[in-house]
């Protein structure tokens, strides 16, 4: 059995103008990053997603080597900004066919292209720990089609940044 240790990315520098993908992570918030760090295994096979904030929360959470997966990036967005998230995430699952806000992907071809993505991440290490770093929609699909269950939008809605999921996949 494979542990997956889904990681939600650190507090983001907030930039009105520039797309999400493009932030940084707040320095303010680094203590956070480092106070998880003693919560995930470090002996494990590590991942991110390419976005800044992603891979600068992975490079403060392990000295080990980390791979980057263009699949684990969270669902795109585009650079308008959105007054409110949580209600536009909602929507996002609510019609995953269907953009939720203009320039946004679909959270079906999200959905598809991150479980896509874990599928050789995780054949790669059979019966190890696995950690991904990435962004709090991308992992509540990614948990919804590995268990079968319904997206756990009440669950997105509790994840701190950073914060930690875990899935046991045989």
Do not use: N
Request: net charge negative; with cysteine; hydrophobic share 45%.
């Amino acid at each position: 059995m494979t542990t997956l240790h889904l990681v939600r990315h650190g507090r983001p520098l907030l930039e009105r103008g520039r797309p999400a993908a493009t932030w940084s992570l707040d320095p303010a918030g680094f203590d956070d990053v480092w106070a998880l760090r003693e919560r995930l295994p470090q002996h494990a096979a590590w991942y991110t997603s390419p976005e800044p904030k992603a891979v600068e929360t992975a490079q403060l959470l392990t000295d080990a080597p980390v791979g980057i997966v263009e699949g684990l990036r969270e669902q795109e967005r585009g650079s308008a900004w959105v007054d409110d998230l949580p209600d536009a995430v909602r929507r996002a699952f609510a019609h995953p066919r269907e953009p939720a806000a203009p320039g946004w992907e679909p959270m079906d071809t999200c959905r598809e292209r991150v479980v896509g993505a874990v599928g050789p991440v995780l054949a790669a290490h059979p019966r190890e720990d696995v950690v991904l770093v990435g962004h709090g929609t991308a992992w509540t699909a990614l948990v919804a089609a590995l268990t079968g269950a319904e997206p756990d939008l009440e669950r997105w809605g509790r994840l701190a940044m950073p914060d930690v999921l875990r899935v046991d996949v045989p």
